[in-house]
């Protein structure tokens, strides 16, 4: 037997947690500590200078030797530039670590290469990092040693946001503040604060390293741009859920062992559909701390995998042919007296304030469905959304049957005397139990589902940081939420208003519920017909941010500015563009100096054998005709080269923005496909000791 691992002794371990600090810190710190926590306002300078001794002497005992303001700027991961808590040393030379209040809340990197979309000139540099006392400090230990990692936000100079985590916790005031109201007009008099909560779905690939280094692909790009599909794939759905293999188990056991070191509440694994690609999800948290927590799984899998001698692919769409990932974004309202306003209890059809607070996310995301659309976009989830394998990139909502009959009852009638019940499972088995059965069944191909006692926004990509997606649910939500209250708040006969409202809302919206499949083409002619947005790409959905109802909505709640949010779409356009550049360059490298010259050498080797058969006096036919198709596919090959060289050179030549992104997206992406075809096709054809790089069949069924 292996050795036992404590969880619960390790779990938390590298956190500086509440508990800790009331361990370390004098009473009336951890209380000052305590109420900016959850009431919001600042810490006094001579208090933070007390929790930053308690955390470095924390941090020390522990092996730090460097802290960082940790945080997340437009790039879509995390930043960290470490400082020691190395001091001047005194006359004899003796050194104290330290580490100042002053240091713990702020922090000045100069900062001038993350992305700004030109809210900050190269030469106005100025970039602050400010703590975020609501998601706790945490130890990441590394080949760097010990490092104290503070979560901050990242501003400029003028206050502007600079990364992902001001207008998510910008975002969190604003759903909290507009549904409090909700829940008041409810008689719900003790909550001071409603939450948003995320459990986000993780999934990913693990490729063999040493496989994974042999191609540039994986190496630049982070997924293939050549390969041919193996003779399997995953058509035998024998991955799904299968028994996970030693050496993928070894990583996972690992991978938890250092997740739940950090606090993270890893909970379930599993193999998924595509070979070579498992999921994993944590319990769900706060939004602000769940996004900071993804980030974490999302390095940890990565440097874990290293040790492993793997690799872990995040990206969207790492393989042609088979299931690429997604993350599942979990998300409901708690209120700190603990009432989930999405849970609809026994009697949904009775339960007013959940009906009216579906009414409200009804009408936030059908009037918003192009921002939603927007926040689960990177270039890598154009591989995914509207490829039959994951949602549509159109937005709908699924409600089940039971829902959707009470939304139906409600429209027609204005009263939900009906209600439909799950009844018993009957396995038709006498030693197996009757089970009681859940009212709706799933549905795995809608891109926002109601499941049970939250909403499921399945779009999002696996590679990127879930706060966008986030702060557009809490924003769009507020904002309903606030119309209603507005209305509701100022009505004579509230039981009528409410009533009334429920009906306006759901008649108006209901356009936005689809309970079908929505992978079938029949879904894209309906949606049409509803007037639904179908928004097929990044470069498309990017001006979404920045049209009148957008900057309405997020000025309205102080969640981005119109500066910000052009600044943002700016950012959006750079960042596609060269992602795909990095791409066609790849695609040029590889096939300029290792397809190509490959396929060369292998038509030398037949032409070789086809004189020797011949000089032998018998039948060169099959030698020579394989000779002729493949110099022919080689032929085609070399010309979409020249053509994409051609077309990567114009664009790279172009003015950064949005017609650039646009070019990259329309012209460039085809002519990397128009290279593609021709090269897995002779991939096909040639013999496999010639091939350059490992196979498809290499990469994910040997791992
Ligand atoms: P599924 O059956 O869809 O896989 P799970 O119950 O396993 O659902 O949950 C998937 C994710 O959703 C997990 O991260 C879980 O913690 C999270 N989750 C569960 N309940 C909620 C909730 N009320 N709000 C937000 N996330 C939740
Ligand atoms: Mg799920």
Sequence with gaps: MSEVMNVEEIFGKNVFTLGKMKERLPRNVFKEVKKVMEQGGELSLASADVVAKAMKDWAVENGATHYTHWFQPLTGITAEKHDSFVSHPDEEGKMLMEFSGKELIKGEPDASSFPSGGLRATFEARGYTAWDITSPAFLKEAATGVILCIPTAFCSYKGEALDKKTPLLRSMEAVSEQALRIVRLFGNTEATKVVASVGPEQEYFLVDSKKALQRDDLIYAGRTLFGAPAPKGQELEDHYFGVIRERIGAYMKDLNEELWKLGVTAKTQHNEVAPAQHELAPIYETANIAVDHNQIVMETMKRVAGKHGMRCLLHEKPFAGVNGSGKHNNWSLTTDNGVNMLDPGDTPNENIQFLLVLACIMKAVDRHADLLRQSASDPGNDHRLGANEAPPAIISMFLGEQLEDVVKQLVETGEAHNL?????????????????????????????????????????????????????????????????????????????????????????????????????????????????????????????????????????????????????????YENYAKTINIEALTMIEMASKQIVPAVVKYTKELADTVNAVKAAGADAQVQSGLLAKVSEKLAGMQKALEELKEVEAKAAAMEEGKERAFFYRETVMSAMDALRAPADELEMMVDKKVWPFPTYGDLIFEV
């Design 420 to 572: 439909i019940e799950g009844g018993k499972l009957e396995t038709g088995v006498s030693t197996l139990p009757d089970f009681e059965k859940d009212a709706t069944d799933r549905n795995r191909t809608s891109p926002f589902a109601f499941t049970g006692n939250k909403f499921e926004f399945r779009m999002v990509g696996s590679a990127d940081s879930i706060a966008s997606p986030n702060t557009t649910l809490n924003a769009i939500v507020a904002e309903a939420f606030c119309e209603a209250a507005d209305i509701l708040e100022k009505a004579d006969n509230f039981e009528m208003a409410v009533h009334d409202l429920i009906k306006e809302y759901m008649t108006k919206h209901q356009r936005i519920v689809f309970n079908g499949d929505g992978y079938s083409d029949q879904w894209v002619v309906e949606a049409n017909r509803r007037g639904l947005p179908n928004i097929k790409s990044m470069v498309e959905a990017a001006g979404t941010i920045t049209t009148d109802k957008a900057v309405k909505l997020f000025e309205k709640f102080g969640i981005y500015t119109k500066v910000e949010l052009e600044s943002r779409e700016e950012i959006l």
